[in-house]
C-alpha cells in the first residue's frame, strides 16, 4: 500500500486552499489541504508498523510550532504547480529532517525538499500563467499551529486517509 506523512494546516487555511483547490486541482477530492513531509511509498504492514513506532518515539521530542503563509509561489519551469508558500521554511525543514530518518529515510530525490501546500497541479503553462499571475497580487497571511503529524495511507480508491496521528511533545 502506499503511505505517506504530512501535516494538515488550520481549517481556516484548509478553507483558503480548498477555494483554489476546487478548480485547480484534480487531487482535491483525494486528499485535504496539507504539507507533505515524506511523499507516497511503497509499503507492507511490517513498514507500516514500523514508520508508525519511530513517529511515536521522534515526535515525543518534537515542540510544536507555528507556520506562516505569505505568496503564492510556483514550481514553473520544473513543473506546473501552483502552492502557497512559507515565509519561513526553517521549523518545516527542521521536522522533515528529524521524521526522515531510520525507516523513514527518503530515497534520493532530484529536488531539496521545499515545503508547500498546492493549490493547482496538473496545468497547461498558459493556465498556470494566467492563474498564477492573478494570485500574485494578493495578500497572503495565514497561520497555523503545527502540533501533530499523521501517517496516512492511500485507499483502493485513491483517496488518501489517516492510518494514525502523533502528537508534537517536545
Not at 483558503?16 to 483547490?21: K, P, Q, T
Not at 477530492?29 to 504492514?45: A, F, G, R, S
Not at 529515510?105 to 529536488?111: C, I, N
Not at 497571511?141 to 502528537?167: C, G, I, P
Amino acid at each position: 500500500m502506499y503511505c505517506g506523512i504530512a501535516i494538515f494546516p488550520s481549517k481556516e487555511i484548509q478553507d483558503a486552499a480548498n477555494s483554489f483547490r476546487k478548480r485547480y486541482d484534480p487531487h482535491y477530492n483525494l486528499i485535504q489541504p496539507h504539507l507533505t513531509i515524506k511523499e507516497k511509498e511503497q509499503w507492507n504492514e511490517d513498514q507500516l508498523a514500523a514508520a508508525a513506532a519511530h513517529l511515536e518515539q521522534i515526535t515525543k521530542s518534537i515542540q510544536p510550532f507555528e507556520i506562516h503563509f505569505n505568496r503564492f509561489s510556483s514550481f514553473y519551469p520544473v513543473n506546473n504547480v501552483i502552492y502557497l508558500a512559507l515565509s519561513d521554511t526553517t521549523e518545516m525543514i527542521k521536522l522533515h529532517n528529524t521524521i526522515c530518518t531510520d525507516v523513514c529515510r527518503e530515497s534520493e530525490k532530484p529536488y531539496a525538499y521545499n515545503p508547500h501546500l498546492t493549490i493547482g497541479q496538473e496545468l497547461g503553462a498558459d493556465e498556470l500563467h494566467d492563474v498564477l499571475s492573478s494570485l500574485k497580487n494578493r495578500k497572503v497571511n495565514l497561520t497555523s499551529k503545527v502540533d501533530r503529524v499523521h501517517l496516512l495511507f492511500q485507499t483502493d480508491n485513491e483517496a488518501w486517509t489517516v492510518h494514525q496521528t502523533f502528537l508534537l511533545r517536545g
